[in-house]
């Protein structure tokens, strides 16, 4: 048996430590978050104190051990980013417990119009696949990952010696920088240059 409990500030850590080795396994891992319990917590301290329509549950078992959880943010006004759900497959609860997760997200924001909701993970997260799609949910993109071969990218032993012979210049982006930056930024990235300079500013 469990129950499902709003969670708090005092409970992040204990969640972090939860989720951290299902974000470690290519079969249970679910996109914006981190890998280790450390980026997790601070992840979700940011998400909680800086979106307050953001939630945030947790399934417990009667000693409060965490058997699950499964949150929600707002990534822009019109969507909601759905992290997880988590669950330990103990005794096969791990259906009910993300149903049940499930059923009251969508109770929650059902009063809200023209919301999308996404979830981001990866081919080899088999549950969630197979839950979300019989839950209607279907693929609206898949990130191309990009590789960019070490002789491209690796200097040449008369480039290292003149760096060392001169200074390296560290300092804030300027607009005259973007030809330069469009230049080596790979053509085939999901964020194009344009849009990567106008939301890191």
């Known amino acids: 048996l469990f129950s499902i409990v709003d969670t708090d ?3 992040i850590r204990y969640i972090a430590k939860f989720i951290s080795p ?4 290519n079969c249970s891992l679910v996109g914006n978050f981190g890998y280790s319990a450390t980026e997790i ?3 979700l301290k940011e998400y909680m104190n800086k979106q307050p329509q953001s939630f945030f549950q947790v399934a417990q078992d009667h000693s409060g051990e965490i058997r699950g959880f499964f949150g929600v943010i707002f990534s822009d006004p019109n969507t909601v980013r759905m992290f997880g759900p988590y669950a330990t497959d103990m005794e096969n609860e791990w259906e009910e417990i993300s149903e049940t997760f499930f059923k009251k997200i969508l109770k ?3 009063l809200w119009k023209d919301i999308k909701l996404r979830v981001a993970f990866t081919h080899k997260n088999k549950l969630l696949k197979r839950f979300y799609k019989a839950h209607g949910f279907v693929q609206y993109n898949a990130e191309r990952l990009l590789v960019l071969k070490r002789h491209e990218w690796q200097r040449k032993r008369s480039e290292i010696n003149a760096l ?3 200074t390296v210049e560290i300092r804030p982006y300027r607009d005259t920088d973007f030809p330069d930056f469009s230049n080596i930024h790979p053509q085939g990235a999901y964020f194009n240059a344009p849009y990567i300079v106008q939301n890191v500013r």
């Not at 299902?22 to 396994?25: A, T």
Request: proline fraction near 0%; hydrophobic fraction near 5%; charge should be positive.
């Open 108 to 110: 929650k924001y059902q």
């Open 9 to 11: 500030t005092k409970k």
């Open 41 to 43: 917590k601070n992840q």
């Open 22 to 25: 299902f974000q470690s396994d």
């Open 164 to 166: 060392k012979r001169g």
